[in-house]
């Protein structure tokens, strides 16, 4: 990736008006933007502005844009909130060095297929805080870029929900071939699947089928299992047939679920 | 656009492009210990510690570091000369190329974990690829040299 | 037997160890004029193409840019970039810059310039027009193609080896010892198969680096990476038309090798910089370039039949193979003949034996040196078609080996008939613990024939599979080494050596021996090596000769250099030199009286004795008569997810027979780093192209090598062993750690579900995919 200027904002306003105005790159790690090809005038350094931070707040966890991948993986209050999820999700993720600079702003706004905490955030039902545009629920946002230019300033999550996270890969910190999370969240279970290869996606209707009960039996596991396969759709790629990815999901749901309900 | 940046103590000014990344900005001031595997993030050579924290320099904005302190393998002399003294024994300094940014992301582990387990080092060093030794070797030495760094 | 030895079986510390871990300037890059011209290649995007025209006007412009370079600039002689012997078994098909390109990555024109950044902007502006051509992609597709590869006039092979390029034929062999066909006929029982292996990626952490400048005598002067300096002098000198005697070439640290670099890649082009503008230039390639410009492993179909007697015997088999080198055919001939070479004669009881086949060209990545060096896909077919047969004998596969497996004091006709490029050479085996090998690494992965496999939770099942393996010691009478000894005042002496350390620690052993045979401690001896202009002849590192052929000549060297001490002492004390004896230490005559002290010697020979002062040195050159194999037993414990296809390598217990390991840490390594780089062939690495030949798997995020959390155990282990020709009765053990995995993972996967997958890697798509079918199978059948 090319830029021939580096601003460095003082505000996330002002951050913000480089993007309005000038229609500029906002840096969040940089790890995975570099590796594009793009080639833009001005990127905006967001690192000393105050985005890096995961708190609890009243029933609402959130986590700063710039909070990185180690963060994450390691925070107490999301251990706290989640259990191990967030750790499981996050520490197959290249090397410590690369979770080091990964921020979640640029996970979710790079909306990446290989992500694996993108799936969590999906299944958590994360919303995002965007600057000047109000919240977005990260479903939409993974669906369908918004056209409008936008900010991620942080991610709200419901504290205390129940999930898992699942995902098969070739080496130890090789991108998935495909990942699952699940969640019971408020609004009843949430069941998503990323490394499609595609971006994650939600499969409501396999979801329906648990409703909101906090045991479901194992039949009815295995058949929310065997319909998120059904539901979603996998393509190929050099990690991974269609079949396989299709096969696969409907495992990893299932062991999701049975991790979650344990 | 110019920057400063401690390295390993001693403060250096820097005339950059923007889009400069910290690896090669190192490399060109002299830190030829700072080597460059992938370009990716992925291999762990270009390891730096960045206020601290191991960080992949090759995938760094050197801009980033404006204002912060760097430590290259050079910065931990000492601690770095001890690590080898095990790796050498072992035989598992091969051809070296992963040696500095290993050395500084034992240092990082050490600090994060003084007693870690197997599975703790294995998983913290991931990141820190080697091609020659296998990794045994390099964890035999590891294991021997944080026993003596605890005693 | 180690106990005999001072220096050797001793885990002597690396001479340069503590230097590279602290980071101290090393390697090619760190040593690159500061000056230097950054040289960036323009590259061909498609597979295949002709130039039809080059623009370089706009380029020339940019400031800063000193030269810009295309095939019009450059002699137009073919040649071999093969670090291989002379006369290479390469055809000389390549050109250093040609108008037609035959891959995606073609070196198609060279920018020069002050800078990366402009050197980059520069070949942004060079206009190339290409007419492009149909492509060859698929190697079972490329003989007799209508789209030939290289119908260049000028290339041509170097002694017969097949080759038929109007075929897309690089090379081609074929060998029988005995009628295969009528055995097979008369077997009870036999097994027909077809495998596949794919193209690795070697991935040594240091990209290819070399830097070019001009001395104060105008001659060439080339520091780079390589395996091979010599051969590199070689190669340039006839790609450049520059006689030899006015190039030099260096090899400072290198960051890993495993064949990548035992080949010409980078070196012309700096070259070729550095005499059109007379400044110094340097050519650091980036991971891109290396995963696509570089050369990977042969892809392989493998066709086995084996026959069998019903008790066991096998009688007969048949090895054909085809083999897929790429655009071009440097390695073509060889890698495939070791296919053979170095896995039939584990078997060497049979009847009858045929190998053959073709290598082909396609317009792909060039195929080229790989540790293993088709050893490892010769024997991923073997060591499955064994525990096939096994399964259709209804015989445990470990019996099955034991019963047929070459033993120590035997040969195998294979021997004589095949070396790499020809002919081989006739030999018994001196030494082989196969057998022990085996034993030993059975008992340590704890091997129960009936209970191979079982459930360790449900859903995952552990089990066991193993591969026997050989490699070789040098190619015999092809490659020499030679060293240069000299003492010098304070009783230390210089040793010469041409021989290449790759990280390896050969500048460590081959001390060791020198000091061995001496009788002095390895403290005693400073190596510099590696510089054609300082150090004497050596093929380089390769075909693991360092140990087994460096090392013979390193103890001839120092047996010289004792005659010739004696020789002075005598002259000096005037007394006959066969009354002179030397400890290592001490002169004294054979009664006794001291004469003087080695220290106190080396510098009376250089300050102090008058007319009778002189340097003392000896040289030692040798060739093999033979290639002593080094032998393995492997035996892996993988642990099975059967709903995704998960294979992890719980434990991989390894047994090798080297003969003296001279230096015992380094020889584990040796091992350990092998046996990595086998699992990641055998379960995680695979070189993939898009339809249309671009590289997919060209940065390390889509290319995976196994990480320190892959494999949860290694267990390496020696035999005592001897090998008599071999330096203090040492083998090579440099690239036999490789071979086992594919096979051994294999068999131990086949153990575990009943599926037999013939092709590689062994994903989990691939297992789940054989997992599937296996049971459709069984359904069916019920």
Known sequence: MEFSHLVRPRSVEEAYSYVVERNALLLGGGAWLRMSPRSVETAVDLSSLDLRYIRQSGQLIEIGAMATARDVETSAVLEHAFGDVFRHAAENIVGVQMRNIVSMGGTIAGRFGFSDLNTLFLALDAHLVLHSAGELGIESFLAKAPKFPLLIEKVLIDSGIRSAFKSVRNTATDLPILNAAVALTPKGWRIAVGARPGPARSAPNAAHLLGSAETPSDEHIVAAARATAEELSFRSDIRGTAEYRRSVCAVLVRRALTEATS | MNITITINGRERSFDIRPADMLADVLRDAGFVEVKKGCDTGSCGVCTVLLDGTPIPSCSYFAARADGHEVTTVGGLASEAAELAEYLVAEGADQCGFCAPGFAITVHAMKKEFPSPTDEQIRHYLAGNLCRCSGYEGQMRAIKRYLEASNA | ?782
């Not at chain 3, 990626?201 to 070399?210: C, I, K, N, R, S």
């Not at chain 3, 004497?536 to 075909?543: I, L």
């Not at chain 3, 294979?647 to 027979?657: L, Q, R």
Request: glycine share 8%; hydrophobic share 40%; aromatic share 8%.
């Open chain 3, 1 to 782: 037997m180690p106990e005999q030895f001072k220096e050797v079986a001793r885990s002597r510390a690396k001479i340069d160890g503590k230097g590279l871990v602290v980071g101290r300037p090393a390697y090619t890059d760190d040593f690159a004029p500061r000056d230097a011209l950054v040289v960036h290649i323009i590259r061909s995007p498609h597979a295949h193409a002709h130039i039809l025209s080059i623009d370089t006007s706009a380029a020339l412009k940019l400031p800063g840019v000193a030269s810009v370079l295309t095939y019009k600039d450059v002699a137009r002689i073919p040649y071999t970039r093969a670090g291989q012997g002379h006369p290479e078994p390469s055809p000389h098909d390549k050109f250093i810059l040609d108008e037609f390109v035959r891959y995606v990555g073609d070196e198609v024109a060279l920018v020069a310039a002050v800078d990366e950044v402009t050197a980059r902007d520069a070949a942004a502006l060079v206009k190339v027009e290409y007419e492009i051509l149909p492509a060859v992609l698929d190697f079972e597709n490329a003989i007799d193609n209508p789209v030939i590869i290289h119908p260049e006039p000028e290339i041509h092979d170097m002694f017969p080896i097949g080759f038929e390029p109007t075929r897309n034929v690089a090379a081609a062999y074929t060998m029988e010892i005995g009628d295969v066909e009528a055995i097979l006929a008369d077997s009870d029982v036999t097994v027909e198969r077809t495998y596949y292996t794919q193209a690795q990626a070697h991935v040594a952490l240091e990209p290819h680096t070399a830097y070019t400048y001009l001395d104060l005598h105008g001659r060439l002067n080339v520091v780079t990476s390589t395996q091979n300096p010599f051969h590199t002098r070689r190669l340039l000198g006839q790609a450049l038309a520059i006689p030899l005697r006015n190039i030099r070439v260096q090899k400072p640290r290198i960051g890993g090798g495993f064949g990548a670099k035992q080949h010409v890649h980078v070196e012309p082009y700096a070259a070729l910089v550095t005499l059109a503008t007379g400044r110094p230039a340097k050519v650091v390639m980036s991971r891109k370039e290396v995963f696509e410009n570089t050369f990977s492993r042969h892809q392989m179909r493998i066709d086995i039949r084996i026959g069998a007697h019903r008790d066991g015997r096998i009688r007969v088999i048949d090895m054909q193979v085809l083999s897929n080198t790429g655009a071009y055919g440097e390695h073509a001939l060889t890698v495939f003949m070791v296919g053979g070479s170095k896995t039939l004669p584990l078997y060497n009881k049979v009847e009858a034996v045929r190998f053959g086949g073709h290598i082909v060209y396609t317009n792909k990545i060039p195929a080229g040196a790989f540790r293993g060096y088709g050893a490892i896909q010769g024997n991923f077919a073997l060591e499955s078609a064994v525990d096939e047969l096994a399964q259709e004998l209804g015989i445990d596969a470990l019996t099955l080996r034991t019963t047929n497996m070459i033993a120590e004091g035997e040969t195998s006709e294979v021997f004589k008939i095949m070396g790499e490029g020809g002919e081989g050479v006739e030999m018994v085996v001196e030494s082989c613990k196969l057998d022990y090998c085996v034993k030993r690494g059975s008992s340590l992965i704890g091997w129960n024939p009936s209970r191979l496999a079982y459930e360790i939770a449900p859903g995952r099942i552990r089990a066991k599979g193993m591969a026997i393996a050989m490699q070789g010691s040098g190619i015999p009478l092809i490659d020499m080494g030679s060293a240069h000894l000299e003492l010098q005042d304070d009783g230390f002496f210089k040793l010469h050596i041409g021989a290449t350390d790759l990280g390896t620690g050969s500048d460590t052993i081959l001390a060791q021996i020198a000091a061995e045979e001496l009788g002095v401690s390895s403290d005693d001896i400073v190596v510099y090596a590696s510089d054609t202009d300082q150090t004497p002849y050596d093929v380089g590192a390769y075909a693991s000769s360092t140990t087994y052929v460096s090392g013979n000549a390193v103890v001839k060297a120092a047996r010289n250099m004792k005659q010739a001490l004696r020789e002075a002492v005598a002259d000096k004390f005037n007394v006959g030199i066969d009354i002179v004896q030397f400890d290592g230490s001490r002169f004294t005559t054979s009664d006794g009286t001291f004469l003087v002290g080695l220290k106190e010697f080396s510098a009376d020979t250089l300050y102090h004795n008058g007319a009778k002062m002189k340097t003392i040195a000896a040289s030692g050159s040798f060739t093999g008569e033979k290639s002593p194999p080094p032998y393995m037993a492997g035996f892996v414990e993988i642990e099975l997810d059967v709903e995704t296809g998960k294979v992890d390598v719980v434990d991989y217990a390894a047994v090798v027979d080297c003969g003296t390991t001279i230096n015992t840490n380094l020889a584990r390594i040796q091992v350990e780093g092998g046996l990595l780089q086998g699992i990641g062939m055998a379960l995680y690495e695979d070189v993939r192209y898009t339809e249309s030949g671009h590289m997919l798997t060209n940065d390390m995020m889509q290319y995976k090598i196994p990480t320190r959390q892959d494999v949860a155990k290694l267990t390496v282990e020696f035999a005592e062993s001897y090998e008599p020709s071999g330096p203090f009765g040492a083998k090579s053990v440099g690239e036999i750690g490789i071979d086992t995995p594919l096979a051994a993972i294999a068999n131990a996967i086949f153990n575990a579900t009943g599926a037999r997958i013939r092709e590689l890697p062994l994903t989990p798509p691939r297992v789940l995919a054989a997992i599937q079918a296996a049971r459709r199978t069984l359904d069916s059948a019920n």
